[in-house]
Structures are given as structure tokens and as C-alpha cells.
């Protein structure tokens, strides 16, 4: 255990860059996600046709495949670069659109199921009364919707914060980049650094799903 | 309660494995003589030194060696195993005895003889630099302070670099790829600026790619290949040595090194002392 405790700085320096890299994907994806839904339920046909072929497309596609075209892809061969003297900022930067981009097109599906709990009458009702589209989704169907899809959104959320990981495919320096090197550093302490970098995601995802349990339980739609 | 039988098993994993450590103290002469079969741990993703072809055959510095050694002990090649040993499980294979003995550009260090024993060295090489061919304001260590610098995860050659710049270098400075391989295009690309780890690994890779890359032959370390053993085997250890200075002195060597660096062979111009213990 002791090469656990020698190394914490840098285990905690890892799992800082894993939760930034969760929450800022998070919150992106959470917004386009919620476009995409708005899209695949609007009554223009081009949008819906839009919306399903990016989620269908990104939604099967292996994130490891998405992480490198935007590292490889994007970054190297297309020189979309967001810090001309930062490696590691621009590494970040490339790494989150691609996990946002992934992450949006599941956040899509479960805003359209949410969707699918509310009422054909609340829409029609909201209709009658001279709403439009927008501030229909907006003011009537997205608040109850949301509300009624906490529990999937909170499963997300801990399947990206284990998805970021995978960015160690393009050189991004959180846990799992970490534990490799520390292996190399600490041959003989394999099995205790694995188990610590285990941890170290129960601690982060465990309350994850706590909360969001007790979020969507409290904010459910009484009907 | 459900945890609690969870935690136990874990810990059974975890003392399983180490328990199985110290099994089996023959010499690896004795195996070779009687099985005629040996099992050695080699890379298969680093070309020049251990790399598996799509045919399903092996290649390499470190094949050429290995063959040779076990040619040397009596096994014919087809009594020869070869088995990826990766940079992190290199120690454990050697003492669990999953392999005979590791040759994956291995480098002898204090560190890793108190768990395992050396032969060789059969090549010395250190840290150094790649760089494109038309490069010329990188010649050294000291000049990578302001430049980008692409390493291998898992690499301690990154390491080197980053405990001599300091942790903002190495969060503006060095991207950490997953193997060297994958650094090549960043370099082609211009993303960075150098690669840099071992000059012979470089020279590998570099050796697919002629005339776009160059080494800048200012190495600044000192890495000792040697072959990997078990602990306590002194007899193969001698075995082995005596495999290797024959090697050194039929010409043999020479000619592996050619073979497998190409034009980066002339980095290499002597065998390296023998280090018996």
C-alpha cells in the first residue's frame, strides 16, 4: 500500500483532471443532448432526420474510434488546436468534444423517452392556449419530461465519468494514463495501485448515484 | 455482508499471487537440456527489437538474440515459445514463471535485481532524441526545455524528462501517447517537436520511415539491455553469458545489429562488456 500513499499527489492530481473532464463533457453533452431531443421531436422533418442520423451514427460508434479521430482526426491531421503553447490544454479540449459528442447522443434518447412520459394532452392543451413549439418544449413538456428521466441521466453521468479513461488513447493524463505510468514506477505494487485507482472511481460514482437516486425521487411528477 | 465476502476474495486474489512467486528454483539449463523447450518473454509491438508479423512470426533484436541463446542451450526453434512480456509484467513473468526468461529491451537496473537476475548486457544504449530530418535546432537534452516533446505511457524515458523540467513542463511541454508508434505522426505532423527515449527504439521505428527522421546521437543516459532470469539462477546466468560473448565474437552480433537497426546500426559500434556476477 505504501506506494499508494508515496504516489497520492499525482492520484489526486489524475482524478482532479477525471472529474474536470466529467463534469465540463457532462454539461456540454447535457445541453446538446437536450438540442438533439428538441430536434428529434420538432415538426420539422429535416431536423428530426438531422438529430436521428447523429445519434444513430455516434450513438454506435466505439468511443475509443471517436476519441482518436479527434485526437488524430481533428488535432493532428485537420490542426484544430486550442492552445498553440499548452499540449495538455489542447489534449483536454480535444478529448471533451469527443466525449461530449458521444455522451449528447445518449442524453438525446433518454430526454425523448422523458418525453414519451408526458401526456399527449399537456402538449395539446399548451397548444390551445397559443403557445408555440418552443415555448411549448420550454414551458410544458421539457420540465416535466427531465424531471421524469433523473435516474437515467444519473446512470450517464457515471458511465462518462468511467468513459474518460479512455482518453488516455490520446494522451490526456487522467487516472487511467496515470496508473499506467505509475505500473512502470512501481513493478512490484501492481495490485494495490489498481485497487486504490479502483476506489478512487467508487468514491467518484458512487455518490453520483446516490444523489441522483434521491434527485429523482424528490422531483418526480405526481400525477 | 455481501462486501464483506466480496473484500475476502479479493484479498484471496491478491495473496495468490504472490504466493506463487518463489515456485521452481531449477536452472534454466537443466529445463533446455531435458524439454528442449523454452518459453521467452519478448515484445511484440516494437519494431527493430520484438514485433509479431501479421503472419504470426516474430522479429526483432531481441528474437535474433533469444534464438541464438537458445540454439546455444540445445533448443531447436521450434522448441522456442515466444510470449508477450510487456513493460509492466516483465518481473512478475520471470518470478511466477510464465517465461523462462525475458529478453524486451530490458534494461539492467539495482532496482530490478532484487527481484530478478541479469545476464548480458548484450547492447547498451541510452536515452535520446528524434527529431525530422530537416531539424536542426534540437541537439541535446537541454534544448527540449522550450520544445514539444511526444513519449510512450508506461515509459520512464518521459519521466527523466519530467523530473528534470518540472511539472509545467510536463503539462505544456509532454504528450504521453499510447506507444511510441503512435508518437510518429504527431511528429510528422509538427504537433511536437522530438520523441525521445531510447536510441534504439527510436532507430526501430525511425528505420520504417527512411530519410524523415533523424536521431540527434546525444544520448544522456546510460540503458544496459540484458536478458531477464530467475533470481537464485546462477548457472543459467553463466550459461547465458557464455551464449552471448560467443555471439559477440562470431560476428553474429554485428550482424543481428545491422539487420534489425538498419542504418541506425552504426550508433552501435562494439559489443558491450559482459557483466558476470
Redesign the interface.
Known amino acids: 500500500m505504501e506506494a499508494v500513499v508515496d504516489e497520492l499527489p499525482v492520484i489526486l492530481h489524475a482524478f482532479w483532471l477525471t472529474v474536470r473532464l466529467t463534469v465540463i463533457s457532462g454539461l456540454i453533452a447535457l445541453a446538446w443532448g437536450t438540442v438533439l431531443a428538441a430536434m428529434r421531436v420538432s415538426p420539422l422533418p429535416v431536423l428530426r432526420a438531422a438529430a436521428a442520423i447523429y445519434v444513430n451514427v455516434l450513438r454506435n460508434t466505439p468511443l475509443t474510434l471517436i476519441i482518436v479521430f479527434c485526437g488524430?482526426g481533428l488535432?493532428?491531421?485537420m490542426?484544430v488546436q486550442f492552445s498553440r503553447?499548452?499540449?495538455?490544454v489542447n489534449?483536454f479540449w480535444l478529448s471533451t468534444i469527443g466525449l461530449s459528442a458521444y455522451t449528447a447522443a445518449f442524453v438525446c434518447e433518454v430526454i425523448r423517452s422523458g418525453v414519451n412520459t408526458v401526456p399527449m394532452g399537456q402538449a395539446e392543451a399548451a397548444r390551445s392556449i397559443g403557445l408555440t413549439f418552443l415555448q411549448t418544449l420550454r414551458l410544458v413538456i421539457l420540465p416535466q419530461a427531465v424531471r421524469a428521466v433523473i435516474a437515467p441521466l444519473g446512470s450517464l453521468l457515471i458511465a462518462l465519468t468511467k468513459n474518460t479513461t479512455v482518453a488516455?488513447?490520446?494522451?490526456v493524463?487522467e487516472a487511467a494514463?496515470r496508473m499506467?505510468?505509475l505500473?512502470?514506477?512501481h513493478?512490484?505494487a501492481?495490485?494495490p495501485l489498481f485497487?486504490g485507482f479502483a476506489a478512487g472511481f467508487v468514491v467518484l460514482t458512487l455518490p453520483v448515484g446516490l444523489l441522483f437516486g434521491w434527485l429523482s425521487r424528490r422531483l418526480a411528477v405526481a400525477r | 455482508m455481501r462486501f464483506g465476502t466480496c473484500m475476502l476474495v479479493l484479498a484471496a486474489m491478491a495473496t495468490s499471487l504472490t504466493a506463487c512467486a518463489n515456485s521452481g528454483a531449477s536452472s534454466i539449463v537443466d529445463k533446455a537440456k531435458d524439454d528442449k523447450k523454452l518459453t521467452i518473454g519478448i515484445k511484440i509491438d516494437q519494431p527493430g527489437w520484438g514485433l509479431k508479423k501479421p503472419d504470426g512470426t516474430y522479429e526483432g533484436m531481441d528474437v535474433d538474440v533469444a534464438r541464438y541463446i537458445a540454439k546455444e542451450l540445445g533448443v531447436p526453434e521450434s522448441g522456442i515459445t515466444f510470449k508477450e512480456a510487456q513493460s509492466a509484467n516483465r518481473e512478475p513473468f520471470i518470478q511466477q514463471g510464465q517465461v523462462d526468461m525475458v529478453l524486451a529491451t530490458y534494461s539492467i537496473t539495482d532496482e530490478r535485481k532484487k527481484k530478478i537476475s541479469f545476464a548480458g548486457p548484450y547492447l547498451v544504449t541510452g536515452q535520446d532524441i528524434l527529431v525530422r530530418a530537416d531539424d536542426t535546432s534540437i541537439t541535446g537534452e537541454d534544448s527540449l526545455k522550450d520544445k514539444k516533446v511526444c513519449g510512450a505511457q508506461g515509459s520512464s524515458s518521459p519521466k527523466r524528462l519530467a523530473d528534470k523540467f518540472g511539472p509545467d513542463w510536463e503539462s505544456k511541454n509532454l504528450t504521453q501517447q499510447q506507444g511510441y508508434g503512435a508518437c510518429l505522426p504527431l511528429l510528422q505532423n509538427k504537433q511536437v517537436d522530438a520523441i525521445s527515449t531510447d536510441a534504439t527504439i527510436l532507430a526501430g521505428f525511425a528505420k520504417q520511415l527512411p530519410g524523415q527522421f533523424k536521431l540527434v546521437g546525444q544520448p544522456f543516459s546510460t540503458e544496459k539491455y540484458g536478458v531477464g532470469l530467475k533470481m537464485d539462477d546462477k548457472a543459467g546466468r553463466d550459461a547465458i553469458n557464455n551464449a552471448l560473448d560467443k555471439m559477440f565474437k562470431d560476428g553474429t552480433w554485428r550482424k543481428i545489429v545491422d539487420a534489425n537497426l538498419g542504418e541506425f546500426g552504426k550508433f552501435f559500434a562494439t559489443p558491450p562488456p559482459l557483466e558476470r556476477y
Open positions: 488524430l488535432g493532428t491531421v490542426d503553447d499548452d499540449l495538455s489534449n488516455a488513447a490520446i494522451g493524463a494514463l499506467k505510468n505500473f512502470d514506477a513493478g512490484d501492481v495490485i485497487l
